[in-house]
């Protein structure tokens, strides 16, 4: 178990803040006095990357305004409210479990870093971690050449490799740098757009757990 590092997402991989991202949203909708998205369900439909297509599908209209400002906007009342939000049921002794057996694990999120490694300090598991991933600003474009880069810097291959996510991006990424993926479906995308990638797909993060340990 010690040859493979496991490459974990964050927000809505490991940490449960869809319901959180979907309110702000809607309010930063109503605010502008558009319609919210209707449902967590319709949430998880339209979520994706690159974020600012995203928001468009939303409802927003970068004809108007300007997408930096309203991530700015964004990133304001997700770093304040998010530091309630918990991980998901299970996932802290999955991620010891895989740190005592001896397995590498390094986070690769499209967070902004600083908001991330508060979180994962109040949450009191950064020692599961080898490493810690994250962009510099919150504009959340593609994490994959943040993937390309830390690979070089450690002379690792995709065969290195185990990428764990809850969306297509997360897929997408790991093709790139060609790695092993595995989907999780209790996060920003539901389980049935998943499925379209062809990879395997778990329903939480205990399936996930039992499926990484019969691949490393």
């Known amino acids: 178990m010690k040859r493979v590092t496991i490459v974990w997402d964050w927000n809505g991989t490991l940490l449960n803040d869809v319901n959180l ?4 949203m809607n309010r930063m909708l109503r605010k502008r006095g558009k319609p919210p998205v209707p449902s967590l369900e319709a949430y998880r439909r339209i979520f994706g990357f690159p974020i600012k297509d995203y928001y468009e599908r939303a409802g927003f209209d970068f004809g108007v305004e300007n997408y930096e400002s309203v991530a ?5 009342l997700y770093r304040r409210d998010s530091m309630d939000c ?8 999955v991620l010891f479990d895989f740190k005592y057996s001896g397995v590498r694990q390094v986070i ?5 870093r600083d908001c991330l490694l508060e979180q994962i300090h109040r949450l009191k598991i950064q020692d599961a971690f080898d490493e810690v991933l994250a962009l510099n600003h919150c504009l959340a474009h593609s994490k994959a050449e943040l993937a390309e880069e830390w690979m070089k810097q450690n002379r690792l291959s995709g065969e ?4 764990i996510g809850d969306t297509l991006h997360d897929y997408e990424v790991s093709r790139r740098v060609g790695a092993s993926c595995l989907l999780v479906a ?22 996930a757990a039992g499926w990484i340990q019969e691949q490393i």
Do not use: W
């Open 21 to 24: 991202n979907c309110a702000i």
């Open 72 to 76: 700015d906007e964004y990133m304001a």
């Open 108 to 112: 690769l999120s499209a967070s902004q």
């Open 160 to 163: 290195d490799l185990l990428f």
């Open 186 to 207: 209790a996060g920003h995308q539901d389980k049935e757009r998943l499925l379209t990638c062809g990879c395997p797909v778990a329903d939480d993060i205990g399936e």
């Open 86 to 93: 918990r991980l998901f049921p299970g996932t802290r002794q």
